[in-house]
């Protein structure tokens, strides 16, 4: 077909006029039959071949083009009595509301018809449609006021309309007919339909009630043959049908002249199934069904809702070359890889281009077939063709293979491959990432890139893409690679940094492991790292802190802070605790814990990507991950039920913190009760009391959570975990170890249950701690029923909090989204959107990339250190 | 205070709104490359400026407080509506 390439200047949208239908008609459809008794379609027919052709081997009569490439033409069909187009029901009754039925004129005085006409032409040229279309309302509703015609001086008709498609007068409930109606509307001058929002060079009110039908080409409503040779015709063409079978015989009886009656029931009949076959979900017309009983899919059942042309064919977009699978774990692959099952990889296939230096190479792939792994699928022809690769056809493929074909071969490690969870919320829920082939069903994931896409692995499902282009592979790989993407552009931060175990085994290992010196060689050498001349300079026994500096290069220098630092003490980096610092990649103070290396404030990885090319950090990276797992390999780590266990004196301790507080709530309460409590400033005496309460109760359990940390045995799995920050806080501990605590409902203590109280059990009024929810037992002990009911009270609120939430603040995330997606920070530091309008005068008032600040602020002393080489 | 209609633009929260001259307007068009209509709008009935005698097409310099930097100066044009 030829290609004609213009620019779109404008687009009007109008109705057709039945001249027009007849103009673009290639053919008049006369009678209902579809096929002939040889299954040729009938001339005059449906399926007339005029109106393009859905059968292989048949020409199209018009354009004499073949199945795919006559794109179809439009037929129509002589209406035996107008018909009223459905959805423009309410637009004639209108017209028929602000024109005269005798002449035809709006009901407006000739001077006011004329003003009006120069003020739309104004807001035409001006482009102004807003105006242009709240002006006709205006229009319309004046002349729907005068309820006698300047003109004729005859007195306004009132019509009602009866839904969907009949007109009544007011006065004396008489039917008006579409064909009283269609003289009516060709009644109307150019000008006062004008002035009324119908613009008659596109659209005429006498339109909109038809007389001729346009029949939509075949091609939209192809016919199917099931299995048993049968023909299955489209929905259209089954209403076409009845339409054009009705039609006839309307024809007919005019014609006889039969009764009124009858004629009138054909008509309404017609009526009934155009008015279906442009919709069939009206609600005051039974729907046209199938013999099955299944609504027939109509024009606007085409278009319209989820399942409609533009949210399911336009904006829902199907791609091949893609899988999903359930994802699963695998510290051991480098963060910026993916494995993919062979299952997978024997069915998604990368075009490889035939060169001499690869030849032989691909011929393995194709002796190897689609059945063997590593194989390949299909074979490109220099001449385009394409090739399926099978036991039969293999050894001749291999032998005709020159350069310049294409061979379709099996994934193999190494390929680019686009990775994505959704939602797909940002910029980081689709990377790229190398693919290693693995057996087993799932994809195997670095667990520290599950913070990007928010995945866990307790069913997540996620999908893989594989470019096909060398342009897109090359695009992939160095727009969004996992590398590419480690600082996030929200707040400057790492979003990919080490978790859980591999945060425990290097915390481990520069706080407190030390080992002889082939166990530390062998460590490293597991990992990765293979640099003869450190393993040299490690002496019989080799420190922690001697283990990680190896895997450092040996001109970093680092200075940051562990989670054990005060948060003031300033001096020398070397010996001040809390310090963690690195000189020529040597570490010489402090131990490495979640501050240093982990998701969202790894400050070392931070400094380790500002320093180094990608490459190196990559790599680099990928050691501190896998030496923090090995460590965790070599030595073992766990957690135990002990882990939870007090010494006699620390839960005397405890005891008498809990004791002291609640005797001191008690105290509050009698207070009050004796009404001697002094109102905090803008509370009642009841928030007053509340207020204390809560404070003292949660003051008790954070001094109890002190005496635990305090009093722990420094083997302590569950202790070691929280001070390094891998999983779980000291609190939590304390809940297992000493008491729980207050559960609180919405901020409050518990309140609801009872009239005045919160259990049938307690008296009336009882503001002690348990009777509105404190529990002083701990997990490992055990909660009592009363508490253990508090508990669940506060569980199942907190996951209905959750269950609700995430779908609101889902939508409420695509919204802000949408409305802000054309938001661009331009080159003179201004927001603007699509227009180029101003939104923000300077991106965040200071005009700083925030990907390239800490957490939106800049380090200047850090910067003018580094420049001076300090 | 009973007769006398209180002047938000007095009050603590409302930023400084002062109407820039012929001269000035067009600087700042000229500083963001801009014409008036792409500029941010204020209605010309918002209270805050009532006091300026503005008419529509003026523009309309606000120093406001900011979280990042101390003060910031913003723009916006009167509008019609």
């Known amino acids: ?870 | 205070m009973a007769s006398e209609k209180y002047d938000v633009a007095k009050h603590v929260l409302v930023p400084k709104h002062t109407k820039l001259s012929e001269e000035e307007s067009q600087k700042v068009l000229d500083k963001f490359n801009v014409t008036a209509r792409q500029l941010p709008k204020i209605s010309k009935t918002d209270p805050t400026i009532k006091e300026l005698d503005t008419k529509p097409g003026d523009v309309i310099e606000i120093e406001r407080k900011s979280p990042t930097v101390e003060k910031t100066k913003f723009y916006r044009v009167v509008s019609s509506a």
């Open chain 1, 1 to 870: 077909m030829e290609k004609v390439y213009k620019v779109v200047e404008k687009i009007t949208f109008g109705l057709l006029s039945p001249k027009l239908i007849k103009k673009i008609a290639a053919a008049k459809i006369v009678t209902p039959e579809l096929y002939d008794r040889e299954g040729y379609p009938v001339d005059g027919g449906l399926m007339d071949i005029r109106l393009g052709v859905i059968d292989p081997g048949l020409r199209c009569k018009t354009c004499s083009g073949k199945l795919k490439e006559c794109l179809g033409h439009f037929g129509y069909i002589e209406l035996a009595r107008p018909i009223i187009h459905v959805i423009y029901a309410k637009t004639i009754l209108n017209f028929m509301l602000c024109t005269c039925k005798e002449c035809g004129r709006a009901s407006l005085e000739d001077a006011e018809i004329e003003k009006h006409v120069q003020r739309l032409k104004r807001y035409e040229e001006q482009n102004n449609a807003d105006a242009f279309r709240k002006y006709t309302k205006l229009v319309r509703n004046l002349a729907k006021a005068n309820k006698k015609c300047p003109h004729c001086k005859a007195k306004k008709e009132l019509v009602k309309i009866e839904k969907p498609t009949n007109y009544v007068m007011e006065e004396g409930n008489k039917r008006m007919f579409p064909n009283e109606i269609l003289a009516w509307m060709e009644r109307i001058p150019d000008n006062d339909c004008y002035i009324l929002g119908c613009n008659p060079e596109y659209s005429r009110p006498n339109w909109m009630i038809q007389t001729v039908l346009s029949i939509p080409p075949v091609t939209i409503r192809p016919s199917i043959t099931l299995e048993t040779g049968e023909r299955a015709e489209d929905d259209l063409t089954h209403k076409l049908g009845d339409i054009v079978r009705i039609n006839q015989r309307l024809f007919e009886n005019l014609n006889a002249g039969a009764p009124e009656i009858i004629v009138e029931d054909l008509w309404d009949l017609l009526q009934y199934h155009i008015t279906t076959y442009y919709d069939n979900e009206i609600t005051q017309v039974p729907p046209a069904r199938h013999r099955s009983g299944q609504p027939l899919k109509t024009l606007s059942e085409r278009i319209k809702s989820k399942e409609g042309r533009f949210r399911h064919n336009l904006a829902g977009k199907r791609v091949n070359f893609a899988a999903r699978t359930v994802i699963s774990p695998d510290p051991r692959i480098a963060f910026n890889e993916v494995g993919v099952p062979t299952e997978i990889a024997m069915e998604l296939t990368v075009p490889t281009r035939v060169t001499e230096w690869n030849l032989e190479w691909l011929k393995k792939f194709i002796q190897n077939g689609p059945k063997a792994y590593p194989g390949a699928n299909y074979v490109i022809t220099s001449d385009e063709k394409k090739k399926k690769i099978s036991p039969e056809s293999q050894q001749q493929i291999v032998d005709e293979l020159v350069v310049g074909q294409i061979v379709e071969r099996h994934l193999i490690d190494g390929d680019i491959s686009i990775f994505n969870r959704q939602p797909s919320l940002h910029r980081l829920s689709i990377m790229c990432h190398k693919i290693r082939i693995f057996p087993g069903k799932s994809f195997r994931l670095n667990p520290a890139v599950c913070a990007p896409y928010n995945a866990d692995f307790d069913g997540d499902e996620m999908n893989l893409h594989i470019p096909q282009t060398e342009e897109a592979q090359a695009e992939a790989e160095s727009l969004m690679e996992v590398q590419t993407q480690i600082i996030s552009p929200k707040h400057g931060l790492n979003v990919i940094g080490c978790v859980e175990d591999a945060i425990t085994g290097l915390y481990l290992l520069t706080k407190e492991i030390s080992m002889p010196k082939d166990e530390a060689i062998q460590l490293l050498i597991s990992i990765g790292v293979d640099k003869p001349e450190r393993f040299r300079k490690f002496k019989e026994n080799v420190s922690g802190k001697e283990v990680f500096s190896a895997i450092l290069p040996e001109d970093f220098n680092f200075v940051g802070f562990s989670k054990e630092y005060d948060g003031k003490t300033v001096g020398d980096p070397e010996k001040t605790a809390g310090y963690v610092y690195v000189k020529n990649g040597k570490m010489m103070n402090g131990v490495i814990d979640a501050n240093t290396i982990g998701e969202g404030n790894g400050t070392l990885l931070r400094d380790i990507h500002r320093t180094y090319d990608t490459v190196t950090a990559v790599d680099l990276y990928g050691r501190i991950f896998r030496l923090g797992n090995a460590v965790l390999f070599k030595r073992g780590f766990t957690i135990k039920t002990s882990d939870a266990d007090m010494l006699p004196e620390v839960e005397t301790k405890v005891r008498k913190v809990v004791e002291d507080a609640l005797s001191e709530v008690d105290g509050f309460i009698s207070e009050y009760k004796k009404g001697n409590l002094k109102p905090m400033p803008a509370k009642t005496v009841e928030a007053t009391l509340e207020t204390q309460i809560l404070h003292k109760l949660n003051k008790a359990r954070n001094e109890i959570g002190k005496i635990i940390q305090r009093s722990s045995n420094p083997t302590n799995s569950t202790i070691v975990m929280a001070q390094c920050g891998a999983k779980g806080k000291v609190l939590n501990l304390a809940q297992m170890a000493a008491i729980v605590g207050q559960q609180a409902l919405r901020g409050k203590r518990v309140e609801k249950g009872y009239r005045n109280r919160t259990l049938s059990l307690f008296k009336e009024n009882d503001l002690s701690p348990a009777a509105r929810g404190f529990i002083r037992h701990s997990y490992k002990k055990g909660l009592n029923p009363v508490e253990f009911y508090f508990h669940a009270m506060t569980g199942r609120d907190s996951l209905m909090d959750t269950a609700l939430r995430t779908p609101k603040s889902g939508y409420l995330y695509r919204r802000l989204a949408n409305a802000l997606q054309d938001m661009k920070v331009e080159y003179d530091f201004t927001v603007r959107d699509a227009n180029q309008s101003i939104v923000q005068f300077s991106y965040g008032d200071d005009g700083m990339d925030v990907s390239k600040t800490d957490n939106g602020t800049i380090d200047v002393k850090k910067i003018i250190e580094g420049v001076r080489g300090e």
